[in-house]
């Protein structure tokens, strides 16, 4: 082992083992597509509660039900806009049918409504097992990393007669940093999970509580 080789953050990558190099170059791309998903996510989720907001604004504004259909039937929806479309649309489908019990039309509504919930919610909660992957197992892959530099420290001791911590300190600097490198991916994405999941999670309650505030309105019309 060269006890004068560069211990700069770039000399020891350099210098670590090929696996520990795929390893790191692994963490690496692990790390850049869990940051593109966070600031993805950030956006998504910021744009979807505030056109939540924007519509709840509308909706207990005291718009009348058909001008609102007709206001965001004219564009792409998403989110509480697009609960209330489908639902909305249901309602309309089977008023128009003669002889239609009011039990059958609600029942109708609410199941539109509902696959207009499940759409939206896969859509916000896309890509978060990728950042919940990269969260978990991330600090295991750089733990390998480690392992297996520190293997290979200390089998190029082996030919040494007295080992030093000059000789030692080189090779175990190298391991050590794909366990950085695991952290480094693997925190960001953590939080970001966590964050994000629980912001999904009170998006989704007041699309359920929509849902049930507009099933109501809409019984009134029909009795």
């Keep these: 082992m060269n006890v004068t080789q560069d211990l700069s953050f770039i000399g020891l990558i350099s210098n670590a083992s090929i696996v520990v190099q795929l390893v790191m170059l692994g963490l690496l791309l692990a790390s850049m597509a869990s940051w593109w998903y966070i600031f993805r996510k950030m956006f998504t989720i910021n744009d979807a509660r505030q056109a939540s907001e924007q519509f709840e604004r509308d909706f207990w504004g005291g718009f009348d039900l058909n001008t609102l259909f007709q206001k965001i039937s004219s564009r792409e929806v998403s989110g509480m806009e697009s609960i209330f479309e489908g639902g909305f649309k249901e309602f309309l489908k089977q008023r128009k049918q003669t002889g239609t019990d009011v039990g059958i039309v609600m029942e109708s509504t ?114």
């Excluded at 919940?132 to 990393?145: E, K, N, W």
């Excluded at 190029?156 to 007669?161: A, I, K, M, Q």
């Excluded at 359920?208 to 309105?217: T, W």
């Design 110 to 223: 609410r199941r539109a409504m509902r696959a207009s919930y499940h759409r939206e919610l896969d859509n916000l909660e896309s890509h978060l097992p990728f950042l919940a992957t990269v969260g978990s197992v991330s600090p295991y892959v750089g733990l390998f990393g480690t392992v297996w530099g520190i293997m290979n420290a200390f089998r190029g001791l082996s030919s040494v007669g007295q080992a030093t911590l000059a000789q030692v300190a080189p090779g175990i600097a190298e391991a050590l940093i794909a366990t950085a490198m695991g952290l480094f991916a693997a925190i960001p994405a953590v939080i970001a999970y966590n964050r994000y999941s629980a912001e999904i999670d009170r998006l989704a309650t007041r699309f359920e509580s929509f849902m049930e505030e507009f099933s109501n309105i809409l019984q009134r019309q029909v009795k």
